[in-house]
């Protein structure tokens, strides 16, 4: 009996506690500050910038570099500065939620109280529906106008 090569490699096991569900659990990173891809883009922008002005260091040129910048640029939601400034004041005035859900709100721009739930289901119970839309409507607006 002949076998065949597997037709899909086998899943790679997570080691760690790390899971955002209803409880945040982030392992090592659960007290650290957390960006919105729209933030990530323009710190790589600006280091990247400031490496060319400066022409000391070389800026990397290599796949993971050209891939991230692309992946940034397609799913950044807030492509001018002002208005990724704009979300980041709105959120650090979100007392009530850890970076990394404030970070998820901003990167993932919910329509609905309800959506924000179900994508990051920490924030249940944290904020009011009512309060959580307001935040999504305020956020969303700079996505329009800004």
Do not use: W
């Not at 955002?20 to 500050?33: D, M, P, R």
């Not at 990397?60 to 910048?69: A, G, I, L, M, R």
């Not at 704009?86 to 859900?101: G, M, N, P």
Request: aromatic residues 6%; negative net charge.
């Amino acid at each position: 009996m002949t076998t065949h090569a597997p037709l899909t490699r086998a899943k790679e096991q997570i080691h760690g506690d790390e899971e955002a569900g209803t409880e945040l659990k982030l392992g090592e990173f659960q007290n650290v500050s957390s960006l919105t891809l729209s933030e990530t883009k323009e710190v790589l922008t600006a280091v990247f910038n400031h490496r060319r002005e400066q022409g000391k260091f070389k800026v990397p040129d290599n796949e993971v570099v050209t891939k991230t910048q692309q992946y940034l640029e397609v799913f950044s939601r807030f492509k001018q500065r002002e208005s990724v400034q704009a979300v980041e004041r709105i959120l650090a005035l979100q007392t009530d939620l850890v970076a990394f859900e404030k970070s998820q709100l901003g990167t993932l721009c919910c329509d609905t109280a309800d959506e924000a739930k179900v994508l990051i289901p920490s924030i249940e119970g944290k904020k009011s529906d009512e309060d959580l839309q307001e935040l999504l409507d305020e956020i969303t607006k700079l996505r329009h106008f800004v």
